[in-house]
């Protein structure tokens, strides 16, 4: 395996990243006194124009793309706050069926995961996985079964780029434990699986594949183990707020932007998502950060409010004020030579929400950054008809980091309006 201490500069790296915020965003009408305030851009086509609350994003204005009208099929079926967790999968969900399927990461993971430490990283402000339909990850495996996400600055720096020779040591013992631990499970199986009924058969099929992707996570570690963690310059370290938590949101909201940016530098994953915020209404972690950085009002309550007297001028504040750390990520990322381009011009960086305002499953506000590099052409505002699927944007990603995937969910076709011609 290559060491990528010292990264080489001609890399053929493709990424993916995936940016999330629940609860949607101001909307007001176009013709209205309070249009400027509206998420969307005015004009379309190459000729539109930011509003105030994108204006933080004109000076990468060539590097993405603004897409509207786009949206999950199954999502408009959902419940009003019922759509983080199907994001990047377009599933259905409802009462009666909490099962999700694979979510775009995980399969654009699996293409990369060979040549990276790690397949993917996944991180969100509250951590773990929560509760079905108010999930705090974005992530779900071939099952779709949700993977907990990383929420501790201290903690993803650590997993990325800490251990020293004693602690590879005791990770080399351990993972020899764990994995003669594991063939162990596996073969007294056999002889439990003839003597169970067909329904307890199912579920410890379940429980065995469960076991088998941990051995393959194991073995993945006793691959990488002998191969140095890169290594990190004094600038870099001293960038990083690692104490930043949920009490400072810009400290905090910036610092899990630079923990993807490093680890994309570094090529320690190709893969990332981070759900800024959730759709758990007001028990995230998340649901205080308005109040903390001068508003007056909580993120459930800025969306809910959005088009009372006022509402609209302070949630689109509120949506500038996040479009400006999305802004600085994509500083990050475009200001990093690698190759013939930038990080950014080899990277996908998917940002948006699945409501457009709140309680409204159709219209994602969603903008592409990035893959100059990889066949996108960039500096429009596409308007979609509402029959296109999101999954047809998913899909046209992974085509564009290289997957041979034919179609993603409930995806039709390809999507040739933001490629290169």
Known sequence: MQ???????????????????????????EDSDQAKWRWFPNGT????????????????????????????????????????????????????????????????????????????????????????????????????????????????????????????LRKQRRLKSAAGMLDRVLEDSKSLRRRLGAHDQDKLDEYLASVEEIERGVQRSQQWLEVPRPELSDQDREMLHLDADDEAPRNFIRTMYDLVYLAFRTDSTRVATYQITNMADCSSKAAKFPQLEGFKSSLHSLAH????PGGAEALSRWDQFMASQLSYFLDRMSQTSEGEGSLLDNSLVLYGSSN??????????????????????????????????????????????????????????????????
């Not at 990276?116 to 929560?130: A, E, N, Q």
């Not at 409010?305 to 009372?308: G, I, L, R, S």
Request: net charge neutral; hydrophobic share 30%.
């Open 3 to 29: 060491n990528y201490r010292n990264r080489n500069e001609s890399s053929n790296a493709k990424r993916l990243c995936a940016l999330y915020f629940g609860f949607g965003v101001s909307l007001p009408k």
């Open 45 to 168: 086509g190459k000729d539109f124009q930011f509003t105030e609350t994108l204006q933080p994003l004109e000076k990468h204005r060539s590097h993405l793309s603004v897409l509207g009208g786009l949206s999950h099929p199954n999502g408009r079926r959902m419940g009003a706050h019922d759509t983080g967790d199907t994001f990047l999968t377009g599933a259905y969900l409802n009462n009666k069926r909490l099962q999700n399927t694979v979510s775009v990461d995980q399969v654009a993971a699996t293409a990369a995961s060979e040549q990276t430490r790690f397949s993917s990283l996944v991180l969100s402000t509250d951590g773990g996985v929560g509760e079905p339909t108010r999930s705090s990850t974005l992530s779900y495996d071939m099952k779709g079964r949700p993977l907990p996400a990383l929420n501790q600055p201290q903690q993803i720096f650590d997993r990325l780029f800490g251990a020293g020779d004693a602690d590879v």
């Open 305 to 308: 409010d959005w088009n009372k």
């Open 356 to 421: 457009s305002t709140t309680h409204n499953n159709r219209n994602y506000p969603l903008i592409l950054a990035g893959g100059n590099n990889l066949g996108l052409q960039h500096g429009h505002y596409h308007r979609f008809e509402e029959k296109t699927p999101m999954s047809n944007l998913l899909l046209t990603m992974l085509h564009c980091i290289g997957s041979k995937q034919e179609s993603f969910a409930d995806s039709t076709n390809t999507m040739a309006e933001i490629l290169a011609p």
